[in-house]
């Protein structure tokens, strides 16, 4: 099919779809990983103090927390579905691996999740504190783990482990579960997701506690948002810290498992030692030279070795190598893509923790935030974090092309054959305009939530295990 002069099939069509329903699911899950476990925290902080603030923050973020959740279940639920559509012979070379941590996180990390934010939701006047407390605690450690599986696998696709091809089947099958939960791709992307996830959460608190401070200083709840602010704040720096040391990590084994990707990321084209950090890189219109380039010197090879003289192959150099062992063909990532994701991934990120710095220097001295520019500052502060976790998986996904399993599967190899072309369109079609239609409703829903602030409330008592009226309603936390 052509399309304003390009040359469309479906597997074009897939991946675009592929790409469009990750990422606006990844919007979601950030903050669902990290809120989850800061509202536990407010909550702890009540049970141990009494103090009614941290009881008003816990109910008023834990609001905001259940309406991501739900939205990030509704998106959820199409990665499954795409796998089987679009990707059949994919999740036919790889199902006996992805199974199995698929599985697990759905019986037992998503279950785990979803019980017990129904007891938080439905028990704060009938279940015993401790238990409640308990009860979103198991939820956070649930949403977490979630996230660990789901990460296994991930990054078996972009470091192959436990496995043999079985050689009549042309299958992948698994030979060793704990090397495919074990594997070291996976060890470092989790913490480095994680701390991604929690600077997105403490930005929330951050923007909506700025909001209020600023817009309404006679709130008599001030004090709950100047340590809601606070909190976020020094979460969101936190953060950035275990982001930028977990990213070290991160970079050197991408370097020994998929030196193309760190090449791309950089622009490097030739092989260096020493090897120099690009800040700004322009190519050429192919993608095979370096025309201009803005330098650190020593930084990349640090970065990826380790070592300040070590050597970084580049693009040419791994490009002939792969020729040679894979047979034929471009092995390259689209250079632009890898570059400047990795760019924006790294720029959004310091950005918010820049605004954090802002935020506590503005408290200094028991002072209130009281700056308009704070104030835009901090409202967009919880969008620079979510698109700095989009463009790292832009990056880590987009890096890895053109394979699907790296070294064992091409992308092209994975696409369903029983698809056409105006099937995928549809199915993309209707995607993105539902989840365009969610994205208003989610943005509407957390506008108002938010901009009401933290509810008038009378804590809860203990139930009583002498009550029998059991005919009494359950009554909802908000």
Aim: aromatic share 14%.
């Amino acid at each position: 099919m052509t399309t304003w002069g390009l040359q469309v099939d479906a597997l074009d069509v897939a991946r675009w779809q592929f790409g469009v329903t990750t990422v606006y699911h990844f919007l979601f899950v950030p903050l669902t990983i990290g809120l989850s476990v800061l509202v536990a925290i407010l909550q702890t902080l009540w049970h141990r103090t009494g103090d009614e603030k941290y009881l008003k923050l816990t109910k008023f973020y834990g609001k905001l927390f259940l309406i991501n959740f739900a939205m990030g279940i509704v998106t959820g639920i199409v990665q499954e579905f795409q796998f089987g559509m679009n990707w059949s012979d994919y999740s036919r070379f790889v199902g006996d691996i992805f199974g199995a941590p698929l599985a697990i996180e759905a019986l037992v990390a998503f279950f785990l999740e979803s019980t017990f934010i129904g007891l938080w939701i439905f028990g704060w006047d009938r279940l015993p504190r401790r238990l409640h407390l308990a009860s979103i605690w198991a939820a956070a450690i649930g949403s977490n783990l979630s996230a660990y599986f789901i990460l296994a696998a991930n990054s078996f696709m972009q470091n192959p482990v436990g496995y043999r091809i079985n050689p009549e089947s042309g299958r992948a099958e698994l030979t060793d579960f704990v090397a495919v939960l074990t594997n070291k791709v996976a060890l470092v992307t989790f913490p480095h997701t994680i701390f991604g996830s929690f600077l997105v959460a403490g930005s929330l608190l951050v923007a909506v506690a700025v909001w209020h401070l600023v817009r309404r200083p006679d709130n008599p709840d001030t004090p709950a948002y100047r340590f809601a602010a606070k909190m976020g704040a020094s979460v969101a720096l936190i953060s950035t810290a275990g982001v930028l040391v977990t990213g070290d990590i991160q970079s050197k084994i991408m370097t020994e498992v998929q030196p193309m990707k760190m090449a791309a990321a950089e622009g490097l084209y030739t092989t260096e030692s020493p090897a120099a950090f690009s800040v700004f890189t322009v190519g050429s219109l192919d993608g095979s030279r370096e025309v201009f380039a803005l330098k650190i010197p020593y930084l990349l090879s640090f970065l990826s070795t380790g070592d300040p003289n070590g050597t970084v192959h580049g693009i040419n150099d791994l490009q002939a190598q792969y020729a040679t062992q894979y047979g034929p063909g471009n092995y390259a990532p689209i250079i632009p893509v890898a570059y400047w994701s990795f760019r924006f991934m790294i720029g959004f990120g310091l950005a918010a923790a820049a605004i954090a710095l802002w935020v506590l220097w503005s408290q200094r001295r028991g002072r209130t935030p009281r700056s308009r520019w704070l104030l835009r500052a901090a409202v967009i502060m919880p969008i620079l974090p979510l698109l700095a976790n989009s463009f790292g998986w832009i990056f880590t996904e987009m890096g890895r092309q053109p394979w699907i399993v790296f070294g064992e599967m091409l992308t092209r190899d994975g696409v369903s054959r029983s698809v056409s072309l105006a099937e995928v369109l549809t199915s993309f079609t209707a995607f993105t305009l539902i989840y365009a239609t969610l994205a208003v409703v989610e943005v509407k829903l957390l506008l108002r939530y938010a901009k009401a602030g933290v509810p008038e409330i009378t804590e809860p008592d203990q139930p009583d295990d002498t009550d029998d009226d059991a005919d009494r309603p359950l009554a909802f936390a908000y």
